[in-house]
């Protein structure tokens, strides 16, 4: 009866999702406080202040979610190329229209504050990326089908890296490798992808005449193996040619590169002597404020590595070692399993969807938010690359709150229509 | 679609997988891994050393002996400069920047090092001081060092003070409390009472931001600590007393210590020559050490009252007068020939003229060399021991019961054990049996091997002054005003010698009163004060004989005993006599009523080639 009548807004809503995205933001705006804590600002809405602002931008982040929630939710279906294509419009735009803001030219700017367009790619490609797949004639495996799916994928990529160099908004289109993969991409080409990195790898830390010997040989091997037919022999030797070749391309463009890029790379495969006051420092810095944290942690407010500058960006990019360092191993670990269970749930939700458009959105959420956590995180103890990516709705900064809403709100309102129609 | 749908699977275990690995590795570096902790404290705190005050050190009348003055040195290591804004900081300091450039050439140039620190610039006034510390966290390179200088008012007791210096790499090994550029007391009471006076460091944590900059104390100050301020002491010197010996003794070579013998407290303790200590403080402490240790005759550094041995001479006279009335070989009465020297063995040891043959009085009165090495023959041949052995044993096991050739123990920081030949000694040079009371009759007047400090030489007269026990020496009375510390326990304790009879002594007091009353002190009594004295000489092989003199007054409960010696001063009633009884007047009297005496004794030069003059003296001592 209520369904047909005037159904709430907030009927069938996923309200675990929903909780688990306030205790995130909030906690997020108290650490933004902790690490940028100023005692002649002390009070936690003064918007002079970047928390301040954040409460602002939580504010109209919540606003948004209200109005996804009352579009209709066929409105995504209808408009997804059109979306994507505002916004990768946008995109192309902000380098040429745009002000540049500290060496950077992605940001739109409105007065006190800013807006990145390419945070808002995302949940755009998203978007896009699930109209195109949940097509019912499409196979991903078809080549053709594959090669729209990259570009979809890809040409966000390519423009955010290529015109704005933002390395850290590029690079999580990566990210929908899973979704591609939850919806059929083979696995020899996550195979093979997973083989090149391991190559690029090796090329950095071994002699690559070793390399070239070790790749002859396993073809070699392999010959004896298999029908030594013309064909066969062809492939194999292909097969050689390429590895070898990007085994000596690797070292090419490492040799090319600028100092302060081979410096990175060093430091992610903790190579030559890293000055710990240089290159090594914000990792270094990281990781002893987060091990500093102990079990308990030092304490609301009382974290010295993060509220005396030790550790750079600390409200941002490196958030997470507030949290490290002042709520300790327990504090961190909660913050961890927390966006652990909302990426869980979002990927159980997806699985219920009767609707594949909603089911691949929803893995993409997922996605995204899974690729931020393991980049986010791992860079501050250590474990991946220093990449300047956001902690979903952790970090300071309204366009990386306002896009992972979006994100997640667009899918928790396609969640809540799951039983009514098939997409 | 089945198929795809099970790749769920697969995706939520890489999800969890990578959810457990960033946990595991959390808790490896939060929770097993101490080096972040460690890195965070070295980084975020600065351990900032409260440095107590030393304390103080007064006399027995609470005058002030020694304090403190506190001074800032700007210090520099040029290694760590870095973006120096050289006109902001020649403002700050208030230098030109010739002078700047000057100074810096000084502190990187040899003897120095840019890895060195050095002094940029002396002793800041505090006003300077405050002013810097507050901006000089922007000259990274430079910063204050505080210390505390000494400073004596009165410029007396150098040797008795000692002085304090910066600790040595193996004390800061060994004792934690220490680090490089502590000070801590080297020598004297300084050292001896070092912990008491260094009273205990605190520490104060303070976070600092990643520009160095202080932000506040660490927990608010939860695990500071406050510098508890070291005791001040009360010696047990006379500042007065002592200035005045050390006025007499100027130009003279030697030394004084006077006692009251019926506490053990060191009433002045005087070595000649001496120095002002102000001289061994700060940094013109190396070039003043340099100096003094140039002096090759005056021997300025050396601590003479503890670390000298000279042959007790005419003093022991007095223990071999007790030894033998004790051991029952000697009476008052007992007469012994002399004729300029021991007739047994051919008039050695030597003699001077005087009647003979005289009782045991006018043997005191006139030292003479022959009556006790008479006794001390009869003490070592006595036949109820049977043994030469056996007897020698029992004579030097009561020359140590008087403390002699044994530490006394006093609180004084380095003192000699002085020396009394043991058997095995003397079965070693003669050989085992081959040696009787003859070979070595010369102990019997304090001579051969004996040695003697002038620290024990005047607690020796002390002890007779007691008739038979003392207190041990000591320079420190009360501890932070408390008395009943219990370091000083132990100069509580009485200590008997060997010879308790109060007849004895009154034998050998009896002569010491003679020598005052018309012997060979006839012309240094003291009006009001009988007394007792013996003169004497130390032999001294490399020159002039030594001149000693010791005393205590008044006869009837004593207060003073003296023990003076003063080198190469020949008679013992020239110099070191006359000196003694100033010094017994000027502490029972408070004044002086000889004052040509006195005048002769400030004005002797015996140092630097001028001749001494003779005071009247009627016979050798
Ligand atoms: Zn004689």
Same mark, same amino acid.
């Given at each position: 009866?209520?369904?047909?009548?005037?159904?709430?807004?907030?009927?069938?809503?996923?309200?675990? &999702?929903?909780?688990?995205?306030?205790?995130?933001?909030?906690?997020?705006?108290?650490?933004?406080?902790?690490?940028?804590?100023?005692?002649?600002?002390?009070?936690?809405?003064?918007?002079?202040?970047?928390?301040?602002?954040?409460?602002?931008?939580?504010?109209?982040?919540?606003?948004?979610?209200?109005?996804?929630?009352?579009?209709?939710?066929?409105?995504?279906?209808?408009?997804?190329?059109?979306?994507?294509?505002?916004?990768?419009?946008?995109?192309?735009?902000?380098?040429?229209?745009?002000?540049?803001?500290?060496?950077?030219?992605?940001?739109?700017?409105?007065?006190?504050?800013?807006?990145?367009?390419?945070?808002?790619?995302?949940?755009?490609?998203?978007?896009?990326?699930?109209?195109?797949?949940?097509?019912?004639?499409?196979?991903?495996?078809?080549?053709?089908?594959?090669?729209?799916?990259?570009?979809?994928?890809?040409?966000?990529?390519?423009?955010?890296?290529?015109?704005?160099?933002?390395?850290?908004?590029?690079?999580?289109?990566?990210?929908?490798?899973?979704?591609?993969?939850?919806?059929?991409?083979?696995?020899?080409?996550?195979?093979?992808?997973?083989?090149?990195?391991?190559?690029?790898?090796?090329?950095?830390?071994?002699?690559?005449?070793?390399?070239?010997?070790?790749?002859?040989?396993?073809?070699?091997?392999?010959?004896?193996?298999?029908?030594?037919?013309?064909?066969?022999?062809?492939?194999?030797?292909?097969?050689?040619?390429?590895?070898?070749?990007?085994?000596?391309?690797?070292?090419?463009?490492?040799?090319?590169?600028?100092?302060?890029?081979?410096?990175?790379?060093?430091?992610?495969?903790?190579?030559? &002597?890293?000055?710990?006051?240089?290159?090594?420092?914000?990792?270094?810095?990281?990781?002893?404020?987060?091990?500093?944290?102990?079990?308990?942690?030092?304490?609301?407010?009382?974290?010295?590595?993060?509220?005396?500058?030790?550790?750079?960006?600390?409200?941002?990019?490196?958030?997470?070692? &507030?949290?490290?360092?002042?709520?300790?191993?327990?504090?961190?670990?909660?913050?961890?399993?927390?966006?652990?269970?909302?990426?869980?749930?979002?990927?159980?939700?997806?699985?219920?969807?009767?609707?594949?458009?909603?089911?691949?959105?929803?893995?993409?959420?997922?996605?995204?938010?899974?690729?931020?956590?393991?980049?986010?995180?791992?860079? &501050?103890?250590?474990?991946?690359?220093?990449?300047?990516?956001?902690?979903?709705?952790?970090?300071?900064?309204?366009?990386?709150?306002?896009?992972?809403?979006?994100?997640?709100?667009?899918?928790?309102?396609?969640?809540?229509?799951?039983?009514?129609?098939?997409? | 679609?089945?198929?795809?749908?099970?790749?769920?699977?697969?995706?939520?275990?890489?999800?969890?997988?990578?959810?457990?690995?960033?946990?595991?590795?959390?808790?490896?570096?939060?929770?097993?891994?101490?080096?972040?902790?460690?890195?965070?404290?070295?980084?975020?705190?600065?351990?900032?050393?409260?440095?107590?005050?030393?304390?103080?050190?007064?006399?027995?009348?609470?005058?002030?002996?020694?304090?403190?003055?506190?001074?800032?040195?700007?210090?520099?290591?040029?290694?760590?400069?870095?973006?120096?804004?050289?006109?902001?900081?020649?403002?700050?300091?208030?230098?030109?920047?010739?002078?700047?450039?000057?100074?810096?050439?000084?502190?990187?140039?040899?003897?120095?090092?840019?890895?060195?620190?050095?002094?940029?610039?002396?002793?800041?006034?505090?006003?300077?001081?405050?002013?810097?510390?507050?901006?000089?966290?922007?000259?990274?390179?430079?910063?204050?060092?505080?210390?505390?200088?000494?400073?004596?008012?009165?410029?007396?007791?150098?040797?008795?003070?000692?002085?304090?210096?910066?600790?040595?790499?193996?004390?800061?090994?060994?004792?934690?409390?220490?680090?490089?550029?502590?000070?801590?007391?080297?020598?004297?009471?300084?050292?001896?009472?070092?912990?008491?006076?260094?009273?205990?460091?605190?520490?104060?944590?303070?976070?600092?931001?990643?520009?160095?900059?202080?932000?506040?104390?660490?927990?608010?100050?939860?695990?500071?600590?406050?510098?508890?301020?070291?005791?001040?002491?009360?010696?047990?010197?006379?500042?007065?007393?002592?200035?005045?010996?050390?006025?007499?003794?100027?130009?003279?070579?030697?030394?004084?210590?006077?006692?009251?013998?019926?506490?053990?407290?060191?009433?002045?303790?005087?070595?000649?020559?001496?120095?002002?200590?102000?001289?061994?403080?700060?940094?013109?402490?190396?070039?003043?050490?340099?100096?003094?240790?140039?002096?090759?005759?005056?021997?300025?550094?050396?601590?003479?009252?503890?670390?000298?041995?000279?042959?007790?001479?005419?003093?022991?006279?007095?223990?071999?007068?007790?030894?033998?009335?004790?051991?029952?070989?000697?009476?008052?009465?007992?007469?012994?020939?002399?004729?300029?020297?021991?007739?047994?063995?051919?008039?050695?040891?030597?003699?001077?003229?005087?009647?003979?043959?005289?009782?045991?009085?006018?043997?005191?009165?006139?030292?003479?060399?022959?009556?006790?090495?008479?006794?001390?023959?009869?003490?070592?041949?006595?036949?109820?021991?049977?043994?030469?052995?056996?007897?020698?044993?029992?004579?030097?096991?009561?020359?140590?019961?008087?403390?002699?050739?044994?530490?006394?123990?006093?609180?004084?920081?380095?003192?000699?054990?002085?020396?009394?030949?043991?058997?095995?000694?003397?079965?070693?040079?003669?050989?085992?049996?081959?040696?009787?009371?003859?070979?070595?009759?010369?102990?019997?007047?304090?001579?051969?091997?004996?040695?003697?400090?002038?620290?024990?030489?005047?607690?020796?007269?002390?002890?007779?002054?007691?008739?038979?026990?003392?207190?041990?020496?000591?320079?420190?009375?009360?501890?932070?005003?408390?008395?009943?510390?219990?370091?000083?326990?132990?100069?509580?304790?009485?200590?008997?010698?060997?010879?308790?009879?109060?007849?004895?002594?009154?034998?050998?007091?009896?002569?010491?009163?003679?020598?005052?009353?018309?012997?060979?002190?006839?012309?240094?009594?003291?009006?009001?004060?009988?007394?007792?004295?013996?003169?004497?000489?130390?032999?001294?092989?490399?020159?002039?004989?030594?001149?000693?003199?010791?005393?205590?007054?008044?006869?009837?409960?004593?207060?003073?005993?003296?023990?003076?010696?003063?080198?190469?001063?020949?008679?013992?009633?020239?110099?070191?006599?006359?000196?003694?009884?100033?010094?017994?007047?000027?502490?029972?009297?408070?004044?002086?009523?000889?004052?040509?005496?006195?005048?002769?004794?400030?004005?002797?030069?015996?140092?630097?080639?001028?001749?001494?003059?003779?005071?009247?003296?009627?016979?050798?001592?």
């Amino acid at each position: 009866m209520r369904q047909k009548n005037a159904p709430s807004i907030f009927h069938n809503i996923d309200w675990i &999702t929903v909780l688990i995205y306030l205790v995130l933001v909030v906690a997020g705006w108290m650490n933004i406080y902790a690490a940028v804590y100023n005692e002649e600002h002390y009070i936690i809405t003064d918007t002079s202040q970047k928390y301040g602002k954040q409460m602002i931008w939580i504010i109209t982040a919540l606003m948004l979610a209200f109005i996804i929630l009352i579009i209709d939710e066929n409105f995504y279906t209808a408009f997804a190329y059109f979306i994507f294509g505002a916004f990768l419009l946008a995109n192309i735009a902000v380098p040429f229209l745009g002000r540049e803001i500290k060496g950077s030219r992605s940001w739109f700017r409105f007065g006190d504050f800013g807006i990145q367009p390419a945070e808002f790619m995302k949940f755009a490609t998203n978007i896009a990326l699930a109209k195109f797949l949940s097509n019912q004639n499409i196979k991903i495996a078809d080549y053709k089908n594959t090669f729209i799916t990259l570009l979809l994928i890809g040409v966000p990529l390519l423009i955010i890296k290529g015109l704005q160099d933002e390395t850290g908004l590029a690079i999580v289109f990566v990210a929908f490798i899973f979704t591609l993969y939850r919806e059929g991409l083979s696995v020899n080409y996550l195979l093979l992808g997973f083989l090149a990195i391991i190559l690029f790898i090796l090329a950095l830390l071994i002699n690559n005449i070793y390399l070239f010997i070790f790749i002859i040989s396993l073809c070699t091997i392999a010959l004896l193996f298999i029908k030594r037919n013309r064909k066969n022999l062809f492939i194999v030797a292909a097969i050689g040619l390429v590895a070898c070749s990007m085994v000596k391309g690797t070292s090419t463009v490492y040799e090319h590169m600028e100092p302060h890029q081979k410096v990175r790379i060093d430091v992610l495969l903790g190579r030559g &002597t890293v000055d710990l006051k240089k290159e090594g420092y914000n990792v270094n810095q990281a990781k002893i404020a987060i091990g500093s944290g102990g079990f308990l942690g030092k304490g609301y407010l009382e974290g010295t590595q993060t509220k005396y500058d030790f550790v750079p960006e600390q409200d941002t990019d490196f958030i997470f070692c &507030t949290v490290g360092e002042e709520w300790g191993f327990v504090g961190s670990a909660f913050v961890i399993i927390l966006q652990i269970t909302l990426i869980l749930r979002i990927i159980f939700m997806s699985e219920r969807q009767r609707s594949p458009f909603s089911r691949i959105y929803g893995y993409g959420v997922a996605s995204v938010l899974f690729f931020h956590l393991t980049i986010n995180i791992g860079m &501050t103890i250590g474990l991946a690359p220093v990449i300047g990516i956001p902690l979903p709705f952790f970090s300071y900064g309204g366009s990386s709150l306002w896009s992972f809403t979006i994100l997640l709100f667009i899918f928790i309102k396609l969640d809540s229509h799951r039983l009514q129609i098939l997409r | 679609m089945n198929q795809l749908s099970e790749r769920k699977y697969i995706i939520a275990g890489v999800i969890i997988l990578i959810g457990l690995i960033y946990i595991f590795r959390l808790f490896y570096i939060q929770v097993i891994d101490d080096s972040y902790k460690l890195d965070a404290r070295n980084q975020a705190f600065r351990y900032n050393t409260e440095f107590p005050v030393r304390g103080y050190i007064y006399d027995r009348n609470n005058k002030l002996l020694v304090y403190n003055e506190a001074a800032y040195d700007l210090m520099v290591l040029p290694k760590k400069i870095k973006n120096l804004d050289t006109m902001d900081f020649c403002n700050l300091v208030g230098i030109t920047k010739d002078v700047f450039i000057r100074k810096m050439k000084k502190a990187v140039q040899a003897p120095n090092s840019p890895r060195k620190q050095s002094i940029f610039e002396k002793q800041l006034s505090p006003k300077e001081y405050a002013s810097l510390q507050e901006r000089l966290y922007r000259f990274p390179g430079f910063y204050v060092q505080s210390r505390t200088l000494r400073k004596y008012p009165k410029r007396i007791a150098a040797h008795m003070l000692g002085y304090i210096g910066e600790a040595s790499k193996e004390t800061t090994e060994k004792d934690p409390y220490y680090n490089e550029g502590d000070y801590l007391g080297i020598s004297g009471i300084e050292k001896t009472y070092e912990k008491a006076l260094r009273g205990k460091k605190g520490m104060h944590i303070m976070m600092v931001d990643v520009h160095n900059r202080e932000k506040g104390s660490y927990m608010n100050g939860l695990y500071d600590t406050m510098a508890i301020p070291g005791k001040p002491l009360t010696s047990t010197i006379d500042g007065d007393l002592q200035e005045y010996a050390e006025l007499l003794m100027q130009n003279k070579i030697g030394s004084v210590v006077a006692i009251d013998p019926s506490t053990g407290e060191i009433l002045s303790i005087v070595t000649s020559p001496t120095y002002d200590p102000n001289l061994f403080v700060g940094r013109a402490r190396n070039k003043n050490y340099g100096l003094l240790s140039q002096d090759s005759i005056g021997k300025p550094l050396f601590n003479r009252s503890t670390m000298a041995s000279y042959p007790p001479g005419s003093t022991f006279k007095l223990i071999m007068a007790l030894i033998g009335l004790h051991e029952g070989v000697l009476t008052p009465n007992t007469r012994y020939p002399c004729a300029r020297g021991y007739p047994p063995l051919g008039g050695r040891p030597k003699c001077h003229p005087h009647p003979s043959p005289q009782d045991l009085v006018g043997a005191i009165g006139t030292s003479c060399n022959s009556y006790f090495s008479f006794v001390f023959k009869s003490v070592i041949d006595d036949k109820k021991y049977h043994d030469t052995y056996k007897a020698y044993a029992n004579w030097r096991d009561i020359a140590t019961s008087f403390c002699l050739g044994t530490k006394t123990g006093s609180d004084l920081a380095n003192e000699l054990r002085g020396n009394v030949p043991s058997i095995k000694y003397y079965d070693k040079v003669f050989g085992k049996g081959s040696w009787k009371a003859s070979t070595v009759i010369s102990l019997g007047i304090g001579q051969a091997e004996m040695g003697i400090t002038p620290l024990q030489n005047a607690n020796l007269v002390a002890i007779i002054a007691n008739k038979g026990w003392y207190y041990t020496p000591h320079i420190v009375k009360a501890i932070g005003g408390n008395p009943n510390d219990t370091l000083l326990d132990r100069f509580k304790v009485k200590h008997n010698t060997m010879i308790t009879d109060t007849n004895i002594y009154n034998e050998v007091i009896k002569g010491m009163a003679r020598a005052v009353e018309g012997g060979t002190a006839g012309a240094l009594k003291i009006e009001g004060i009988p007394y007792g004295a013996k003169t004497g000489t130390a032999q001294n092989p490399h020159g002039k004989d030594h001149s000693v003199f010791v005393c205590f007054a008044p006869l009837e409960n004593p207060k003073i005993a003296v023990g003076i010696l003063i080198e190469n001063a020949g008679f013992g009633s020239t110099w070191a006599g006359p000196i003694a009884r100033l010094m017994m007047e000027k502490y029972l009297k408070g004044k002086i009523t000889r004052p040509d005496l006195e005048k002769r004794m400030i004005e002797g030069d015996l140092i630097h080639k001028a001749k001494p003059k003779p005071v009247e003296t009627k016979k050798r001592p």
